[in-house]
């Protein structure tokens, strides 16, 4: 097995935990049998956690968290309501989130469009998020029309690349722009978008983000867009 | 910026519950503030439920379900526990999969490999689940191996039909055999399996449907496959 970039695959970091979750017999997402029946009472037994997907990320907004809202824009469709911080975590733990004004949540997943050559290239060119370098990190929520998700596999692929270039026009930002895609529309609640993608960079790059943020929103895979938010923030 | 009016397509049976969630002015997947502060403590304060995504079954296996279970195989991997009967309902629900031995889940989704040509092929063959003369019940959970999931989609799909004809494999068997496949794999939760497909047919088709399943498993695909049951069942 090959994997290039262990964000955009579901590569060799998270595999095990699923792996060892699966070999430690249980290989099953129920509630052990005669759980809530235990020493305490239904009505007060905490519901035990369900083993979180090693692939999600939680995105809470709210007073707390380690980056700073410096803007948010709606370009289309609902608001998300105003913030000051967002954190972002592995995993979801539903208290945690109590305090918060909205939660946002995706996994990343296996690559729906890039063709080998596109691989090799990205992974040739491509930074991880997180460098020492990047003090500016950008969320885009968004979610595609119906119409989008009734083409086939081959009709999105030809809008996405062929006719709106979106992996080409990512190459040209690349290293200076990091970006991680989630996605949320198959998770089991509804979602109010279908992907978030996580960009970072440093200030001095922003043009370069600019750019390329305008250059996709040109294409035409933007017009099966009706939901789609711009949060930028700073890590302090 | 060309965006299609996002009013005007207001789509297929599940979308309408997902735009009235996001109408209703929550638009976000959170705990509302303050919800856990309210009159009942803390502690015993019940979780407000999330929204259930409308393309969510769950198939909950123990004593209870309109299924009766007629035989479960282990092809590969890790056998699920035996199991007297099945569940096959929308949404989840934490509670009510207490009783059961084991609990699987999946979302329909957008089709991920037939093209223009095959999709027009199946709509004008395929039959639906739950014909009134379908009184056989197969669900097959699987799960794909890493290596699969770091190919490229157009490995994937070079795979999964040019070499191993999925579909054309499929259209020989319908409508005899109806089918719906389930995707697990990018739920928020840890899932021992990557798909769930769930057939039905009348039981004097059932030599059609095991032609079927022996075609589908002499392919190149099946080499991905590290884990699969068959659970055959009959409604009562």
Redesign the interface.
Known sequence: ???TDSTS???PGE?P??RS??RS?I?????P?G??EASISK??AP?PP???????TTF?A?TRGEYRIVSMQT????P??SADRISIVPG?N?LE?????????G?T????????SE?RRLAEVQAPLGRATSDVSVLIPLRK???W??L????R?EIFESRSHHIQIGLRALPAVARRLY?C????????FDFITQFDFASADTAKFDELLAAL??GEE??????ECEIRMVRD
């Open positions: 097995m090959s994997v695959d579901g590569g595999e935990s699923r979750f699966l017999g290989g099953i997402a129920a509630i049998m759980a809530a009505e007060t519901i369900e083993p979180t997907n090693p692939r999600l809470s709210g370009l289309v469709g609902d998300l309501p979801t539903r989130t109590e305090g918060s004004t909205w939660t946002l949540r996994v997943s296996n690559e729906r469009y890039v063709d080998r691989k029309t119906p119409a998700w009734a086939t596999q081959e009709e692929r996605h529309r198959d998770l089991a609640t509804v979602e109010p929103r040109a933007w017009r099966y867009i009706d939901r």
